[in-house]
């Protein structure tokens, strides 16, 4: 099985590429680097007439140390023949316990070859939300950007978890640019370099 180059160019990208984000509610800024690429993928189960493949990314960040993006290809017959997915995490917390982390901790979901509104197989509170032509993030301009969106309404899991990220936003060539927590916090890129 193998990652189209859609989800690549949104996603993956050569060791020694960074960006610098700022959360805009205090001014905290950090820088993720990435570290190690590791896609020799490896079938994780298959149910049914589903099959599935994993590999991750490593990053490193100045300040809040290991992030982890964990990738996910799956194959079924169902309305979307493939998709794929990166869920983007401190590695040093529970994903769903974040309280004592400042970066960026729980979910941001990328799916290719569905149609927007589509929701992921693997967690279903994460959503498609479609195409975005142009947005700002940074006092930069981006355009084919794709948005992710936690689709939830149990308030005591949200009060319990108030890092949960609530929208992502992935542009393409660049990756992830923006994303806001349920907790009010909004994160945005400022600058970013992508290796050759």
């Known amino acids: 099985m193998h990652l189209s180059d859609e989800f690549k160019s949104f996603t993956i990208f050569p060791e020694g590429s960074y960006w610098v984000y700022e959360k805009l509610n205090d001014g905290f800024i950090d820088t993720m680097i ?9 079938s994780e189960h298959a149910e049914s ?45 529970d994903t769903l316990n974040t309280a004592g982390s400042q970066f960026l901790d729980v979910g941001n979901e990328l799916f290719c070859c569905c149609e927007p509104g589509t929701i992921s197989w693997f967690d279903p509170i994460h959503e498609y939300s479609g195409i975005i032509d142009s947005i700002s993030a940074g006092g930069i301009n981006f355009t084919d950007v794709r948005l992710f969106t936690t689709i939830i309404d149990d308030s005591l899991f949200i009060q319990q978890n108030p890092n949960l990220v609530k929208k992502s936003y992935f542009a393409k060539n660049v990756g992830l640019i923006k994303w806001e927590q349920f907790n009010g916090n909004e994160w945005e890129v400022r600058d970013f370099r992508i290796n050759n």
């Open 49 to 93: 007439n589903v099959k599935v493949e994993s590999g991750s990314i490593q990053y490193q960040t100045r300040l809040s140390g290991k992030i982890v993006g964990w990738i996910r290809n799956s194959s079924y017959s169902e309305s979307c023949n493939t998709m794929s997915s990166i869920l983007i995490y401190n590695s040093t917390h």
């Open 34 to 42: 990435v570290e190690k690429v590791s896609l020799e993928f490896q």
